[in-house]
């Protein structure tokens, strides 16, 4: 996951924000309770979601204690309370995380690839425990990636199919959901919200992918080269769109809870706000306070 979910600020009331940031804190904690300090590193915006997403079905509560940490050693910050959520939050991050690393790896050339693979040494002990803890999401990422770079080595122009096995990946970690109609609910969410993640870190690649010869199904599919012509522009926009109008559409099947109006403004408002950026050349991945400061 790349950062792309987040909360639109300017649209977003102080106490659902504080919300947000309250899992935002738990799931650090939490990521460095069960997998190791260093785990906090891969922390982001996107790996908040998938927690909030999960949280509503357990129910965390939205108040919690208040911690101090390395980042915010002299102020405390409030803290989402420990919970099954965050730890299936927090292994499934993990797990995504360190496939993510060893497919870069085997992308790229060896000294290209010494960052990822020096990574990937350093988080294989926190990944075998989030693989014991979830071995068949393990399973299931494993198999994803693998379905992804059989179609990356044929150099596949289809971008339905390279983006359904990135969002078959997503999907997956609705699976430990013990409810078996919110699961449902759940994984199709995903499923929309991961092919939507991979064709904007798609479009957000294909010039740095131009230039290095890495395969981006963009340049596969449309001959115009990386600046793309508006006929693909508006081909990818139209299609992009339909997948946050179909998570949207799954999102209004879940009953509400105390998580429902920070849902609600990721996905009606941070994500095509991020849509907007992407598709404008004008994300800013380093940016934490949402799409518009």
């Keep these: 996951m790349f950062g792309y979910i987040r909360p639109f600020r300017d649209e977003l009331k102080m106490r659902d924000f504080d919300r947000f940031r309250s899992a935002y804190c738990g799931l650090c904690h939490t990521m460095g309770r069960r997998c190791g300090p260093l785990s906090r590193l891969l922390l982001n915006y996107d790996f908040t979601f998938l927690a909030i997403l999960l949280s509503a079905a357990c129910e965390i509560p939205c108040r919690g204690t208040c911690r101090r940490c ?17 730890d299936l939050a927090a292994d499934e991050s993990m797990i995504l995380a360190w496939w993510k690393l060893r497919d870069n790896v085997q992308d790229k050339a060896f000294f290209k690839g010494l960052p990822d693979r020096f990574g990937a040494a350093l988080l294989r002990r926190a990944y075998r425990r989030a693989a014991r803890n979830r071995p068949e999401f393990d399973a299931m990422t494993q198999q994803c990636l693998d379905d992804l770079r059989v179609l990356e080595q044929a150099r596949s122009p289809s971008l339905d199919r390279t983006a359904d096995a990135s969002a078959r990946l997503l999907a997956a970690a609705a699976r430990s959901v013990p409810d078996e109609n919110r699961m449902r609910v759940l994984e199709q969410l995903l499923y929309h919200v991961g092919r939507w993640i991979y064709l904007a870190d798609a479009f957000h690649d294909r010039k740095k992918d131009a230039e290095s010869g890495a395969y981006n199904p963009l340049l596969c599919c449309f001959p115009e080269g990386p600046d793309l012509g508006p006929e693909a522009r508006e081909r990818l926009e139209l299609t992009m769109t339909h997948s946050l109008n179909l998570a949207g559409s799954a999102f209004s099947l879940l009953p509400e809870g105390p998580w429902s109006p920070v849902l609600e403004n990721i996905l009606f408002l941070g994500m095509p706000a991020a849509q907007t950026a992407v598709l404008a050349d004008a994300w800013n991945p380093g940016r934490r306070r949402g799409v518009r400061e």
């Design 70 to 86: 390395v980042v915010h050693p002299l102020q405390r910050r409030g803290c989402s309370e420990p919970s099954q959520a965050l």
